[in-house]
């Protein structure tokens, strides 16, 4: 089976398919026992997205658990600045540690280092398309470099972003010239990850929606834009996901400015918002992942609605954000099976 014949690739040209294909935002994790298991062999989390072996295996653990249409790499955002050499770490209970931003820090980031270095996620991109079924799309992906960046101001997530927003107002040429190396990064790995066998990538933007109109436009737009065009520019025919989270008000801006073929929306996109930016490019969501958490009747009814309300034009079933480790594989089974029903 070609790319372009996977039901998700179909959907990514402009095609509605009904019932609709279905993925899941951190569909490999540690809501699943065997991920569970599997990530107990490998404390330190780097190491981990760094082995093929494994991480091709917890890549398939959804896939075979509930033939979800599309599987996604499992890696991190933070493997591309990690690649670049900016101290980064996990830390258990905590997450993503890095070291603060600095003009110092900035300098001695090194582009060539990354090839050598994203080699294994690489190897497990082809791993995963030799051992896929052959109709599920396989998806790459990298984190926006706003995003990336918003751990790096103060060395950790703040509330809000505020250390990211302040730094941004503060020291703009300093984020700039990170970001500049983000993106510069970030097209060469998408490019890699598409060479290797990735059908599409999603550019993840989880933090988008903390900034105001000019930072949204710097600091959202302008570099998913250069990654958009820089790897369209070597790989004209590659399909880009944008998922600039909490941005729906800004979804159309976002859209024509950054090129993107379809966007992922969360669950506080009104409905009749998401209507108007469906007719301009596929959708995939929006379910809140709390209803996988609670599921019962409230599982059913958000299903049920995001069927009934984008069931004109093309739509990827997915959620608004990353299943969390407290929701029931129990839950996830029974939504996809009720989007199997259409
Ligand atoms: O299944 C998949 O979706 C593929 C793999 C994937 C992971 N992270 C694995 C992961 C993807 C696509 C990501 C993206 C990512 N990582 C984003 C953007 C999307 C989003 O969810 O907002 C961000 C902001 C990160 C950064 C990150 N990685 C944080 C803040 C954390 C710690 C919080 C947490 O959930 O533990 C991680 C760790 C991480 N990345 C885990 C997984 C499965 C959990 C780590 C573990 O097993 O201990």
Redesign the pocket.
């Known amino acids: 089976m070609q790319s372009k014949d996977r039901a998700v690739m179909r959907v990514l040209a402009g095609e509605k398919i009904w019932p609709p294909p279905i993925w899941m ?6 809501y699943l026992p065997e991920y569970r298991a599997v ?1 107990a062999k490998a404390p330190n ?1 780097l190491d981990f997205c760094y082995n093929p072996d494994l991480a091709t295996e917890v890549t398939l653990q959804p896939i075979r658990r509930y033939g979800f249409d599309a599987s ?7 493997v591309v600045p990690d690649a670049i050499g900016y101290p980064v770490r ?1 830390e258990e209970g905590r ?2 540690v890095l070291e603060p931003l600095s003009s110092d820090l900035v300098d001695r980031l090194e582009q060539e280092r990354a090839e050598d270095h994203l080699k294994p996620v690489i190897e497990t991109v082809s791993r995963l398309r030799a051992e896929l079924p052959k109709e599920t799309t396989l998806l790459g ?1 990298c ?1 926006a470099p706003w ?1 990336v960046a918003c751990y790096s101001v103060a060395g950790h ?1 703040t509330p809000d972003q505020i250390a990211a927003r302040v730094g941004s107002y503060r020291h703009p040429e300093l984020l700039e010239r990170f970001i500049e190396h983000l993106v510069k990064a970030s097209i060469r790995y998408l490019i890699r990850q598409l060479d290797a066998g990735a059908d599409a990538v999603q550019i ?1 933007d ?1 933090w988008a929606g903390v900034l105001d109109d000019a930072g949204f436009e710097k600091w959202s737009i302008r570099p998913t834009k250069a990654i958009v065009s820089g790897v369209k520019a070597e790989r004209p025919n590659a399909k880009i996901i944008g998922f600039p989270k909490s941005s729906a008000a800004r979804m159309e801006t976002y859209i024509a400015k950054t090129g993107v073929d379809a966007v992922g929306l969360d669950w506080t996109a009104p409905d009749s918002l998401a209507l108007e930016i469906q007719k301009k490019v596929p959708i995939q969501g929006n379910l809140d992942p709390m209803r996988l958490v609670a599921g019962g009747q409230a599982l059913d009814d958000g299903v049920d609605h995001i069927l009934r309300t984008f069931n004109k034009g093309p739509l990827i079933f997915n959620l608004g ?2 299943v969390t480790p407290d929701a029931d594989p129990d839950n996830v089974a029974r939504m996809v099976e009720r989007v199997k029903r259409g």
């Open positions: 935002m951190r569909q490999a994790g540690r990530r989390f996604i790499l499992f890696s991190d955002i933070f996990f997450g993503p992906f984190g995003t997530t993840f989880t954000h990353g």
